[in-house]
């Protein structure tokens, strides 16, 4: 970013803003907390204007982001008025949600600034048809000097004294609060029981966990299924599907997720991912917690335990004589679809150049 930064310099038609939010607490009461703004604009590496201000305790962090980005692009329009050799408008951020929402109003929250930010900019390029807008990230507490400006200015911002301001994202977070809270509560509560009993340990929470969004589909399906003992196994056969085989791969006669994870041998070669998880392999600690969980992940996919062959699948390094008969065959039926639907169509052309002929001696007769 810096690098970057010093070629916007050398150019005497941009300016370039940077806008940071920031949060006080008073007696670490969350309802007492007062979120600021900064902004700080450069022409040329000079400074050229700052402002900070603050919004009270309803207001939220992200109200405080929106609110910087639009006071920034205020001053920086007005600056560009006054000086019309200014073409372009550099205003960066380190909160993504609010650079990527603050243009073009939309039903979401923060709606009040993004109409502002959208007026702004829109009356600014309106003017001229050569300027140009850019509201871009920032990365945050990295030596970027007109960030670590903004950071102070919000800073200063937050002590400030401000009417009541009060936001739809501060309901919203208190309501996400309190019902969290509850959720929890009787989370608590609640004994586990079932299949998923040993693996309910996590507690709950809104956001997806990381070992979710970065495992692959399918390996998560096969670990959500492990971790509720509804999984092509032994054990799960014997109550829902009495007809399958119940037994395991290695010759035990009855398969259960405990062995597969602590004693078969045909998964012993990859049952080190799992120790460095839990040394004793207990399974509520390898189904039911965070490092667990990502371990399981880790095995699942190089062992492709609880598939439903019970191992991955090799891919072919070499096709055989019969890939290349089933290629072969796929090839005719192609062909041979094909040449059914060359006929169809000729078909249709014929039909429809005789139509023409029809149509056309009915017309002479007509006449």
Request: hydrophobic letters at 30%; aromatic letters at 8%; charged letters at 35%.
């Amino acid at each position: 970013h810096n690098e970057k930064l010093k070629e916007m310099e050398r150019d005497k038609d941009r300016i370039v803003v940077y806008s940071d939010r920031s949060m006080r607490e008073e007696d670490d009461n969350w309802e007492s907390k007062i979120v600021g703004w900064g902004m700080v604009g450069y022409h040329q590496g000079r400074e050229i204007f700052s402002g900070r201000g603050g919004l009270s305790h309803h207001a939220e962090v992200y109200d405080a982001e929106l609110v910087g980005i639009a006071q920034a692009i205020k001053a920086a329009t007005k600056y560009a008025m006054r000086h019309t050799k200014v073409k372009h408008i550099h205003v960066f951020a380190d909160n993504t949600a609010a650079v990527t929402s603050a243009y073009g109003p939309k039903p979401a929250l923060g709606q009040t600034q993004m109409l502002s930010v959208t007026h702004y900019i829109d009356r600014f390029l309106d003017r001229q048809g050569d300027r140009t807008v850019n509201i871009g990230w920032c990365p945050g507490h990295q030596e970027v000097k007109g960030n670590k400006r903004a950071d102070g200015e919000a800073k200063r911002g937050a002590e400030k004294w401000s009417t009541d301001y009060t936001t739809m994202t501060n309901p919203k977070r208190r309501m996400k609060e309190k019902a969290l809270k509850i959720w929890r509560e009787d989370w608590k509560k609640k004994t586990p029981t079932g299949g998923f009993a040993i693996a309910n340990r996590l507690e709950p929470r809104w956001r997806l966990r990381e070992h979710v969004i970065h495992t692959p589909r399918e390996v998560f399906g096969r670990l959500t299924q492990c971790r509720t003992k509804h999984v092509f196994l032994g054990e799960y056969f014997a109550r829902f599907i009495p007809h399958k085989k119940t037994g395991c791969i290695c010759g035990k006669r009855y398969q259960t997720c405990k062995h597969v994870i602590k004693t078969c041998p045909q998964y012993e070669g990859h049952r080190y991912i799992l120790q460095k998880a839990d040394e004793h392999l207990e399974l509520g600690r390898l189904l039911g917690t965070k490092e667990g969980s990502e371990a399981m992940a880790k095995f699942l996919e190089k062992t492709g335990a609880f598939m439903k062959m019970g191992m991955k699948c090799k891919q072919k390094e070499t096709p055989t004589e019969e890939d290349d008969e089933n290629n072969e065959e796929e090839g005719r039926w192609w062909q041979h679809m094909e040449r059914m639907q060359d006929e169809a169509d000729g078909l249709m052309e014929r039909e429809e150049e005789e139509a023409g002929r029809g149509g056309g001696e009915e017309r002479d007769d007509g006449r």
